[in-house]
């Protein structure tokens, strides 16, 4: 009988590369599929990834998807709900499977695997989620999930015999014993956190996400990743900036330059500030006062360069900087 072939939802943590180690030791072909976070710079390769050099390891080759503007879409209204903070956790799940289903299409796999344990997360891995999040996914059953296989339903990879029932696990709980001590049997010793979210568990992001998905409408992966660096400040109900803090931020929006509707650049020793939005004056003298805050100077005589998608259309002065109640009070 030909050898199974599988693709492994993969993230790097402990869960899905036991999962790994699991279907490897029945000699199954596996393909890792990991999903990239638009929090991620747009020219972020994910093989400097920690998880990439894990998969490396245990000889799992990684098939990367950078998430885009569907799973924004999804992310802002998500059908289950948040859990925790803004995390959709139950609907990115769906995603995720969705997905790699298209992937086990395109190739041919026989399934698609996860390192899903039964009653690990309150939300997503009750049993009765893990049998909704199948229905939803599309692909009932073809969904394995190894570590606790034995007490669900079989699926028809095992039914068929490609897959042996016999040699999956039966994990159930939010204890990870179990899996360490796989861990151990296998020689693996360095695995992610199995306790991290994702940055939309994160106290700060995730505000800043909330108030993104609250005033803007046009939402794409540069503003997500826009959300991990500067000083965030809403300036009005349509326009927010963005406070760089160095010159790594400094360059990330250079880099960018014609995809922000408008960036105030110093001509002098000061940070730059990237609007979203339409912008209107009352924005600009807010986004000038910041300036003069983090820079600590004013006066007219202290130039700034404002450019839309970066084409200079005006050159302005440093107004006063704005007072700390203020800047309290636009501070996201
Ligand atoms: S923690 Fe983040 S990446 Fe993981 S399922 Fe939830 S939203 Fe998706």
Known sequence: MPAARGILLYSGGLDSVIAAKVLFAQNIELT?????????????????LPSADLAR??????????????????????????????????????????????????TGADFVATGEVVGQRP???????????????????????????????????????????????????RGRGIQMALA????????????????????GISRRVRDLFDHHADIDALDMFFLTIGRHFRLTGEVKAIVSRNEKENNEFGKYIDRID????????????????DSDPTAIDRARALMARYSKLTGA????????????????????PVSDIELEAMRI
């Open 32 to 48: 890792g599929f990991q999903c990239i976070l638009p929090f991620y710079p747009p020219d972020f390769d994910p093989e400097t």
């Open 57 to 106: 390891r245990i000889g799992l080759e990684v098939s990367y998807h950078r998430l885009g503007r569907d799973y924004i879409d999804l992310a802002r209204n998500p059908p289950h709900g948040y859990g925790k903070r803004m995390n959709p956790c139950v609907d990115c799940k769906i995603h995720f499977i969705r997905k790699a289903a298209e992937l086990m299409r395109e």
């Open 123 to 173: 939300m997503s891995q009750m049993k009765h989620m893990l049998n909704h999040i199948v229905k939803e996914s599309g692909i009932e059953g073809r969904l394995l999930r190894p570590l606790s296989a034995q007490i669900l339903k079989p699926t028809i990879p095992e039914e068929t015999g490609l897959v042996d029932r016999a040699r999956l696990l039966n994990i159930s709980g």
């Open 184 to 203: 151990r049997e296998y020689g693996i010793t360095q695995y992610e956190s199995p306790s991290g979210g994702c940055l939309f568990t994160d106290v």
């Open 262 to 277: 408008y960036l105030l650049e110093p001509q002098f020793r000061g940070p730059l500030i990237a609007l979203k939005g």
């Open 301 to 320: 005589d202290y130039r700034i360069r404002l450019l839309r998608r970066g084409q200079i259309v005006s050159e302005l002065g440093l107004p006063d």
